[in-house]
């Protein structure tokens, strides 16, 4: 199966500054992204990289400078379906995961993220566009009902888990088992707990 | 199987304070506990609630004032195995999710929460105990590679998420199916989306 992840080449995890510079967020949104193709492989899937600008990585880059709602559909109307679309930053993303949302059968599959939105897709069925901004999941469920199309949604604390502000650190350092883990501890982040409290902090 | 359900019968949800009056973080919180019990009855478990005081629901009640670590331990020490302990809060719980916690195999079982706590156990064998101050996940892993026993993990966004602060509320607005998604809706609030972002408001 094709796996688009888009991927925002400059200033990406902008809600990550007040804890990483814009260097760091690269690297660490590069590492993230490392982690994302390399389960989707391991997973069976054809990685191809939907990048806002050219980036050096080993698997099909799609150059696309579009919002990310505009070249996700470019992609879904241009190829065969079926077509998965994962985010880049589910950094807790493994193999298996991804193997369980390949596998799951229906028109749509959806797998949420935390606050509404939508970490990753399986479309099977012609006419399905997205629609990232505001409460994804809600538009994507009314998207599929109107087009009669059968849904079915993974549960998944790792797919659900999509890595946009310092509190979400926590969960790669505690739960994250490649490069993006790696890095938060090669960079000198450390576990904090306080008053019951769990942080990271450098 | 015997499923703890431990309930502070007192000022629950106090992170809520700053949305929820005292009142009504009572009746959310005895709302999430109905459906707790309700998924865990449905999933072919036997629910009791622990309680820090005498509280009137449908299913066997067993009162211990102490902290929840020592009143769960007590329960595990004086109870045959398996046990499974449940959070009262687990509002996106469905019969589903508890169903597939009870049937993973291994010595202890665990789903972890956001943040580095524990939201499910399953124990299956003598010795462990609970300690749920802090990163508590990580004092379960611990303490089952101590005693060396088999260990599994479950990985469900439903089961990943207590809710404790008002952004988790968005959560059951969006995908609970029981009577704390009712109670949210009944008692006024709405979705709100703003610039991308998801909240809920009354």
Do not use: C
């Not at 696309?64 to 993303?93: C, F, K, Q, T």
């Not at 369980?100 to 399905?128: E, Q, S």
């Amino acid at each position: 199966m094709r796996v688009v992840v888009p991927y925002a080449v400059h200033d990406p995890k902008s809600r990550l500054s007040s804890v990483l510079s814009r260097e760091e967020r690269q690297e660490f949104s590069r590492a993230m992204l490392a982690d994302v193709l390399n389960g989707v492989e391991k997973a069976g899937g054809s990685p191809v990289v939907l990048a806002t600008d050219t980036i050096d990585v080993d698997v099909p880059v799609q150059v696309d400078d579009r919002s990310l709602s505009e070249a996700v559909n470019s992609e879904l109307v241009r190829n065969p379906l079926p077509i998965g679309i994962v985010m880049a930053d589910l950094a807790l993303g493994t193999s298996r995961v991804f193997g369980d949302l390949f596998a799951t059968p229906g028109d749509i599959v959806i797998a949420p993220g935390r606050g509404g939105g939508t970490n990753a897709l399986v479309v099977r069925t012609a006419g399905f566009r997205v629609n990232y901004h505001g409460a994804s999941y809600l538009d994507h469920l009314r998207v599929a009902y109107e087009l009669e199309a059968s849904l079915n949604e993974v549960d998944s604390y790792r797919l659900s888990t999509d890595i946009d502000e310092p509190s979400d650190l926590v969960e790669v350092f505690l739960r994250g088992e490649g490069a993006a883990a790696d890095w938060l501890q090669d960079t000198g982040f450390r576990l904090e707990i306080t008053e019951g409290r769990v942080t990271v902090t450098k």
